[in-house]
């Protein structure tokens, strides 16, 4: 049974910072590409950062990150991590990790095979 789980969410104030894990089960972890989305009320689901599969050699963010954010993956604990640090109100979204067969990540969340349940990130002014 496919698993991923993320935690780490919370409320904060802005400029402080946070750390999403994502407990991944149920597959082959490094053989695939992860990802992190983020979802306001009444707005598309956003991309924020993806990693390469494997030793997450690649990786990439949203323009909106503006190196505030860092992903990375911890193959031996099927683990990956968004450091997010800097938090503006406008971050305030819930947070989903996804997982996509393949090397590369992909910007469009459609392309994604698995999907965590989500946690909800609240930051304010």
């Known amino acids: 049974q496919v698993q991923l789980v993320e935690s780490g969410g919370g409320l904060v104030q802005a400029g402080e910072s946070l750390r999403l894990s994502c407990a991944a089960s149920g597959f082959t972890f490094s053989y695939y590409a992860m990802g992190w989305f983020r979802q306001a009320p009444g707005k598309e689901r956003e991309f924020v950062a993806g990693?390469?599969?494997?030793?997450?050699?690649?990786?990439a963010y949203g323009d909106f990150v503006k190196g505030r954010f860092t992903i990375s993956r911890d193959n031996a604990k099927n683990t990956v991590l968004l450091q997010m640090n800097g938090l503006k109100p406008e971050d305030t979204a819930v947070y989903y990790c996804a997982a996509k067969t393949g090397y590369y990540y992909d910007r469009d969340y459609r392309r994604y095979d698995y999907w965590g349940q989500g946690t909800q990130v609240t930051v304010s002014s």
């Open positions: 990693i390469s599969w494997s030793g997450g050699g690649v990786t």
